[in-house]
């Protein structure tokens, strides 16, 4: 492997890595804004700057030039501090001192690399610029005087999420993050652009103003709002969960995390049922929950076991459920199920219905055949990674269902389960050339009198 030297430390590099990949490896911090290792490379904030021999006697942004072999790589000669004092000093200019009421305060980029590597003071005394603020839906609260046009937000909205709803327009001090026509960011992974944001100019709107970071215990916990598993942190100050936050796991959502993942914490303080409810004469009336479990616990006695039955919901976890099956076994009743929707699940080898490859391997696939599911709307970060596979091309995609944008090109095949039945030449052409097909079948393929068919 080549090697290039980093402050005077040799370092072993792959090819094609950058400059900044290979001062990381080597120990070394670099600030930087802009870029993030699962987005394209944009290089326009600056911030990582490093003075590199051979070459030009000039700072040079990290993130954007490739590392070679024999390169001297220096990242805290005068040079570089007083680049970096200078960038951060522009990057402030326009900047608004709102730090004591932004929802980022405590835990800004902004506000730790100033700190770090910049001037205790400013010499700017002109008049700071403003921004109109953007409607960009329920989820996204936008304080567009405070962006610094890292377009963090432009390139996940784009690349990952498949909806170019955001762009930047205007030049210079003009220059600005829009929705294009006031419209509302169409993704079920909008929520990630506040996350990425690395300035308090895109915040969690159903958050806002809620806590503060220094305020919140953390516990690193499964989300349960979709067969993935998502990694998730659920943030909590005193009995009430504030929000939940994704984990880094790079073989399930990697670090990213659905809106109804994100945002469904909010049904656990508003909107919701808070109290048990008894059916007298045709109609319900709230109750005690003592008076609602002996109501519970005098018709369980009065029945058969063999009348008895209990069915788990599509939200329950798994130790509700084990408590569940343990009860209803205790009591003699062998009527459960948990196929509340009636899907011809059957019970037969796990390997037969599992998603064999796991999340992370559906990218090897070269052909992948989508069966009676909208992966776009049931398992959004499964669809980003359909999506990442598409755009590094190599794979075929065929749906056999229903027709819906899921932000990459696939072939149509057909809407239902006459269609497996025969199916199209063209789709037995590219699932039996391939050398690592995959299929994808959904529960919606599977209800119905041809679940068991499918």
């Given at each position: 492997?080549?090697?290039?030297?980093?402050?005077?430390?040799?370092?072993?590099?792959?090819?094609?890595?950058?400059?900044?990949?290979?001062?990381?490896?080597?120990?070394?911090?670099?600030?930087?804004?802009?870029?993030h290792?699962?987005?394209s490379?944009?290089?326009?904030?600056?911030?990582?700057?490093?003075?590199?021999?051979?070459?030009?006697?000039?700072?040079?942004?990290?993130?954007?030039?490739?590392?070679?072999?024999?390169?001297?790589i220096?990242?805290?000669?005068?040079?570089?501090?007083?680049?970096?004092?200078?960038?951060?000093?522009?990057?402030?200019?326009?900047?608004?001192?709102?730090?004591?009421?932004?929802?980022?305060?405590?835990?800004?980029?902004?506000?730790?690399?100033?700190?770090?590597?910049?001037?205790?003071?400013?010499?700017?005394?002109?008049?700071?610029?403003?921004?109109?603020?953007?409607?960009?839906?329920?989820?996204?609260?936008?304080?567009?005087?405070?962006?610094?046009?890292?377009?963090?937000?432009?390139?996940f909205?784009?690349?990952?999420?498949g909806?170019?709803?955001?762009?930047?327009i205007?030049?210079?001090?003009?220059?600005?993050?829009?929705?294009?026509?006031?419209?509302?960011?169409?993704?079920?992974?909008?929520?990630?652009?506040?996350?990425?944001c690395?300035?308090?100019?895109?915040?969690?709107?159903?958050?806002?103003?809620?806590?503060?970071?220094?305020?919140?215990?953390?516990?690193?916990?499964?989300?349960?709002?979709?067969?993935?598993?998502?990694?998730?942190?659920?943030?909590?100050?005193?009995?009430?969960?504030?929000?939940?936050?994704?984990?880094?796991?790079?073989?399930?959502?990697?670090?990213?995390?659905?809106?109804?993942?994100?945002?469904?914490?909010?049904?656990?303080?508003?909107?919701?049922?808070?109290?048990?409810?008894?059916?007298?004469?045709?109609?319900?009336?709230?109750?005690?929950?003592?008076?609602?479990?002996d109501?519970?616990?005098?018709?369980?006695?009065?029945?058969?076991?063999?009348?008895?039955?209990?069915?788990?919901?599509?939200?329950?976890?798994?130790?509700?459920?084990?408590?569940?099956?343990?009860?209803?076994?205790?009591?003699?009743?062998?009527?459960?199920?948990?196929?509340?929707?009636?899907?011809?699940?059957?019970?037969?080898?796990?390997e037969?219905?599992?998603?064999?490859?796991?999340?992370?391997?559906?990218?090897?696939?070269?052909?992948?055949?989508?069966?009676?599911?909208?992966?776009?709307i049931?398992?959004?970060?499964?669809?980003?990674?359909?999506?990442?596979?598409?755009i590094?091309?190599?794979?075929?995609?065929?749906?056999i269902?229903?027709?819906?944008?899921?932000?990459?090109?696939?072939?149509?095949?057909?809407?239902?389960?006459?269609?497996?039945?025969?199916?199209?030449?063209?789709?037995?052409?590219?699932?039996?050339?391939?050398?690592?097909?995959?299929?994808?079948?959904?529960?919606?393929?599977?209800?119905?009198?041809?679940?068991?068919?499918?």
């Open positions: 492997m080549p090697i290039a030297k980093v402050n005077g430390v040799e370092v072993e590099f792959e090819p094609g890595m950058t400059v900044l990949q290979v001062a990381e490896r080597a120990g070394q911090e670099i600030p930087r804004f802009c870029y290792e699962r987005l490379i944009a290089g326009n904030c600056r911030m990582c700057l490093v003075e590199v021999k051979p070459g030009p006697p000039k700072p040079q942004a990290s993130c954007a030039l490739p590392a070679a072999e024999g390169q001297e220096f990242t805290d000669t005068p040079m570089v501090k007083k680049a970096r004092e200078g960038v951060m000093e522009f990057l402030l200019i326009n900047h608004p001192l709102d730090c004591p009421i932004c929802d980022q305060g405590g835990e800004c980029d902004l506000q730790d690399q100033s700190m770090a590597y910049g001037r205790d003071g400013s010499r700017y005394a002109e008049n700071k610029r403003a921004v109109e603020e953007k409607n960009m839906g329920p989820t996204i609260k936008t304080f567009m005087t405070r962006c610094i046009q890292c377009t963090r937000c432009v390139r909205i784009t690349e990952v999420a909806v170019p709803d955001i762009g930047m205007s030049r210079g001090e003009d220059a600005e993050i829009t929705t294009y026509l006031e419209k509302s960011v169409a993704s079920e992974l909008s929520g990630n652009v506040n996350d990425l690395p300035v308090g100019a895109l915040t969690h709107r159903p958050w806002q103003y809620h806590y503060r970071p220094w305020e919140l215990k953390k516990t690193e916990t499964i989300d349960v709002m979709d067969a993935l598993g998502s990694n998730i942190r659920a943030d909590f100050r005193g009995s009430e969960v504030m929000r939940v936050l994704p984990r880094v796991n790079e073989g399930i959502n990697e670090e990213w995390l659905s809106d109804k993942s994100r945002y469904v914490v909010d049904g656990l303080t508003a909107r919701r049922l808070d109290r048990p409810w008894i059916r007298e004469n045709g109609k319900l009336r709230a109750a005690s929950w003592n008076e609602a479990l109501a519970v616990a005098a018709r369980l006695k009065a029945a058969s076991a063999d009348r008895i039955g209990v069915i788990a919901g599509d939200l329950q976890d798994a130790e509700s459920m084990k408590a569940t099956l343990d009860l209803f076994r205790a009591l003699g009743s062998r009527n459960t199920d948990c196929r509340q929707d009636g899907a011809a699940l059957g019970y037969g080898p796990r037969s219905w599992l998603f064999n490859s796991g999340l992370e391997g559906i990218e090897k696939a070269d052909a992948i055949l989508i069966v009676g599911v909208n992966p776009r049931e398992a959004p970060l499964l669809n980003a990674r359909l999506r990442k596979s598409w590094k091309g190599g794979v075929e995609i065929g749906v269902g229903e027709q819906a944008d899921l932000t990459f090109d696939y072939a149509y095949l057909g809407a239902g389960s006459k269609t497996l039945a025969k199916l199209p030449k063209s789709a037995m052409d590219f699932l039996t050339k391939a050398e690592r097909p995959a299929i994808i079948v959904g529960s919606g393929a599977l209800n119905g009198e041809g679940g068991a068919a499918v």
